[in-house]
């Protein structure tokens, strides 16, 4: 999530200054990936008693909103989906914000994701971006457009559809910016790696990016891993793979589902049998 989601526009209802800037400010420090400090603090003010609050559910609403958000990019997963199911549900049935609810629906896509539940989550992507498109003339939604969107190219990754998911990433590499940015710079590598193409992914990789977002820790050295790999460079890849694993141990939560796949990474870069042969460079989408 980043700061211009529209989170704070005349759309949402209920929000008093006071409120307001207590929210804005865990916006801020989940942009800035402190996510164990906005989990607890979010998560306090849904815990408070209502009439703090006053009666308006909006407040509520927003903290619910920012704590499983920082559950889901930390990688604390468990029970995850149905506390966001249920979120959604309860938006839906009092009028909550609309915005609001896409913003939950991009979390569950990456619990999806997480779970390597790709069609699931190419479906909730898809679903997002024709809600957009209708709510396009109401408020910003470009943020939460392109985090869709970058959900749906990792979920064409899940399912091997790799041309599908280059033109994902390359069609919206040029209006990203920052994070945004970096994961699409990585999704075209994970693609590019996924045809058989890893000349073109290490190109790809050394291009200027911004960094990545702590939530996007060890994604980028797992992808020119793979890429090295692929070229039968072992002992660069294991390297990169090691430090992959070392970023992924180090700033996200130990459930992270990033966490496991780092290690079969390097569990395959080791293994004593070469690198499986690149598929045919033309090879598109399965």
Avoid at 35 to 56: C, F, M, N, T
Avoid at 247 to 270: K, V
Wanted: charged share 25%.
């Amino acid at each position: 999530m980043e700061r211009n989601t529209g989170l704070f526009g005349p759309a949402v209802r209920g929000i008093r200054p006071a409120q307001a800037a207590v929210l804005r400010r865990l916006l801020e420090q989940l942009a800035a990936g402190e996510y164990e400090e906005v989990g607890a603090r979010a998560q306090a003010l849904v815990d408070r008693p209502r009439r703090i609050w006053d009666r308006s559910p909006e407040p509520v609403w927003l903290a619910r909103t920012f704590a499983l958000a920082a559950a889901t990019l930390h990688g604390r997963r468990t029970h995850l989906l149905p506390e966001l199911d249920a979120l959604e549900a309860e938006l839906h049935q009092k009028g909550g914000d609309r915005t609001v609810m896409l913003v939950v629906r991009v979390n569950r896509a990456v619990v999806l994701l997480g779970e390597e539940h790709y069609a699931e989550a190419e479906s909730e992507a898809a679903g997002i971006l024709r809600a957009v498109t209708r709510l396009a003339h109401l408020t910003h939604v470009a943020e939460i457009e392109l985090s869709a969107l970058t959900c749906l190219a990792e979920a064409l990754c899940g399912q091997g559809r790799y041309g599908e998911a280059e033109a994902v990433a390359r069609g919206n590499l040029p209006r990203a910016a920052g994070n945004r940015a970096a994961s699409f710079r990585c999704l075209l590598v994970r693609s590019l790696n996924g045809q058989g193409r890893y000349e073109e992914a290490l190109t790809e990789s050394r291009r200027p990016t911004p960094a990545a977002s702590r939530a996007g820790s060890g994604q980028w050295a797992m992808a020119v891993a793979a890429a090295l790999h692929g070229l039968g460079r072992r002992d660069e890849a294991e390297t990169t793979a090691r430090r992959a694993l070392e970023e992924c141990e180090q700033f996200l939560h130990p459930a992270h589902p990033r966490i496991r796949a780092a290690r079969a990474l390097l569990t395959r870069i080791t293994a004593e049998d070469p690198p499986p042969p690149a598929p045919d460079a033309d090879a598109g989408a399965s």
